[in-house]
């Protein structure tokens, strides 16, 4: 079956960067939306940003300017490159993937950004 499969999260210094990445496997119908959803203890899960089959895409305010989303439709995966972390940051970081049937949610990596 499906499965998604996140890669990149870690431990970084306030100001610096990383990027996750998400690739899809098993029988999927064509990928309409994939995005990056966070939740940090205490938090609602929020949406960090999406893009859409056709390339357009939308930023949570809180990462404008810092974060960007990118896309590797022929291989199923999809990128966050995430610039000047902030503390506020911190959270478990979900990738999803969605097709015209079924919305796919990877297990989750936490990205930690130290002070």
């Known amino acids: 079956q499906v499965q998604l499969v996140e890669s990149g999260g870690g431990l970084v210094q306030s100001g610096g960067s990383l990027r996750l990445s998400c690739a899809a496997s098993?029988?999927?119908?064509?990928?309409?939306?994939m995005a990056w959803y966070r939740q940090a203890p205490g938090k609602q899960r929020e949406l960090v940003a999406a893009?859409?089959?056709?390339?357009?895409?939308n930023y949570a305010d809180s990462v404008k300017g810092r974060f960007t989303i990118s896309s590797d439709n022929a291989k199923n995966t999809v990128y966050l490159q995430m610039n000047s972390l902030k503390p506020e940051d911190t959270a478990v970081y979900y990738c999803?993937?969605?097709?015209?049937?079924?919305?796919?949610w990877g297990q989750g990596t936490q990205v930690t950004v130290s002070s």
């Open positions: 098993g029988i999927i119908f064509s990928i309409e939306r």
């Open positions: 999803t993937q969605s097709d015209p049937f079924r919305n796919y």
């Open positions: 893009i859409t089959s056709g390339g357009s895409t």
